[in-house]
């Protein structure tokens, strides 16, 4: 590609986002560039566009298109106990200190089609924490939130989701809490009954609850810096004393202005925990 | 930690490698001499739920540092940077990398495209990219981008590779790629590097 071509590409890249967020207040300009652009370049094909003035003008002409531009501007690749050794720190290490509180809040931010969610009620269940705990599971995709609060995966994801659970140290049989039919696995409905799911935006949203236990895995990576540092944050704002906050695997407060606000509670897993004021 | 704001270096190496990679890797990553001027990106495909030990083993072979790749960690040169298993690596225009969990490609993740295709963005025509032995066609569309974009392209001599199929589908796609032995890809690297991106 010449210079002068991606020099317009670039352009209209830019302008797209601005459209989107101008007409439907979904703001993706701080998000990371490179593989926002992968996606866009997918969206473009998908939808037979030539160029990104041209998506552009559909999805401002055409509003039932946001929703199907959604799918391919997020990022919604999860598997339940995805990564084990970080559940089976959450249970091992975090559990005890969560113990010690009479009610608690989770909050799953970037919750996707709530396999993480899932993963964490199960936890809680097995760890006798379930019935003092409030799960607050948001996403900025309704049809993802929609996904989650039907608790229903393809079937043949069960196996794995089985073996993660397994290696996560899990108390029970994964099979206890689902029904299959049709190809489908349904999780059960009380899993889902302490949780409230929310339309919620890190990059534009407000702090709603203070919450003991952050679990936002592989959002942060799709975010530039700044909006890491104000989803950050957010997440500082939101937890109590000595809350917990945890990430992807390759995700860390390194490169974050307030990593000295946060300390390395289990590095390895990437699970912090927020600074008590004045200690 | 404060981050120094970017500043743009000289140019980039991007490698992709498959099956027979460490082999292949261990004849051109230990030559480049202490005070490379460029940085090496290096995405080799490995099993998604393990680690790679890439990282390991190649920094106790290498003269140059050698790490695993962080999210939006800025670029420095003279440093080797393998993907991380299980997630894609993309260079940022402001070469900082980001990591990617986003799905498979051929299969893939991390995949070589996905790497070749941003650095070709990000760096233009002073970037190398390279593709080695391998069973897969990954890195062969990325190297496209790297030519089309002005970078130089260098691919591991079919006849030399435990994997042909990757090296193939890669000098198919890419006629001004240039195929090459292992040692003469290392000598070009560690040699010539500042010249070729002339």
């Known amino acids: 590609m010449s210079s002068e071509v991606s020099e317009t590409e670039k352009i209209e890249l830019s302008l797209f986002l601005e459209a989107i967020y101008r007409k439907y207040h979904y703001d993706f300009r701080n998000y990371s560039p490179a593989s926002l652009k992968r996606r866009l370049a997918q969206a473009k094909d998908h939808f037979g566009c030539e160029s990104y003035s041209q998506l552009q003008h559909l999805a401002l002409h055409d509003s039932t298109m946001v929703s199907q531009l959604l799918p391919f501007l997020t990022v919604q690749v999860s598997d339940m106990f995805r990564d084990p050794e970080y559940f089976r720190a959450i249970r091992e290490k975090v559990v005890p200190h969560l113990r010690t509180y009479p009610s608690l809040k989770v909050w799953v931010a970037g919750c996707s089609a709530g396999e993480e969610l899932h993963s964490l009620a199960i936890l809680f269940r097995e760890e006798g924490l379930e019935s003092r705990t409030i799960f607050y599971a948001t996403d900025i995709n309704t049809e993802a939130l929609k996904k989650a609060e039907s608790g229903v995966y393809d079937l043949n994801r069960i196996a794995l989701f089985t073996e993660n659970h397994r290696k996560s140290g899990g108390k029970s049989s994964l099979s206890e809490y689902y029904t299959t039919g049709y190809g489908r696995a349904k999780f059960d409905q009380s899993l889902r009954e302490r949780t409230v799911f929310s339309d919620h935006s890190l990059v534009s949203d407000a702090v709603f609850a203070e919450t003991h236990l952050i679990s936002c ?58 600074e008590g004021e004045g200690v | 930690m404060t981050i120094e704001p970017s500043i743009p270096p000289p140019g980039g190496i991007v490698i992709g490698a498959s099956m027979g990679a460490i082999e292949a890797l261990s004849e051109i990553l230990p030559v480049l001499p202490e005070g490379y001027p460029l940085p090496v990106l290096v995405v080799v495909h490995v099993a998604r739920d393990r680690k790679s030990g890439l990282p390991e083993l190649f920094a106790n072979r290498c003269r140059i540092p050698v ?105 198919d796609l890419c006629p001004d790629a240039r195929s090459l032995r292992l040692d003469e890809i290392a000598a070009i690297l560690s040699a010539d590097i500042v010249d070729i991106l002339k």
């Open chain 1, 217 to 274: 895995r592989n959002v942060l990576i799709y975010f530039n810096r700044e909006l890491q540092n104000r989803v950050v944050g957010l997440f500082h704002e939101s937890l109590v004393r000595r809350g917990f906050l945890g990430l992807g695997s390759k995700e860390s407060l390194r490169f974050s202005s307030l990593a000295d606000r946060f300390s390395e509670f289990d590095l390895s897993e990437r699970i912090y925990q927020k």
């Open chain 2, 67 to 171: 790490k695993e790749a962080e999210d939006k960690e800025p670029i420095q040169g003279g440093v080797i940077y393998f993907a991380p298993p299980d997630y894609h690596l993309l260079v940022e225009n402001d070469f900082s990398l980001s990591l990617s969990n986003e799905e498979p490609v051929l299969y893939s993740r991390p995949a070589i495209d996905v790497l070749f295709d941003s650095a070709a963005d990000a760096y233009g025509d002073r970037l190398v990219g390279i593709v080695l032995t391998g069973a897969s066609t990954d890195g062969a569309k990325g190297l496209r981008a790297i030519c089309l974009a002005g970078g130089k392209a260098l691919v591991q001599d079919p006849e030399t590779a435990a994997g042909q199929t990757m090296p193939l589908a890669a000098l």
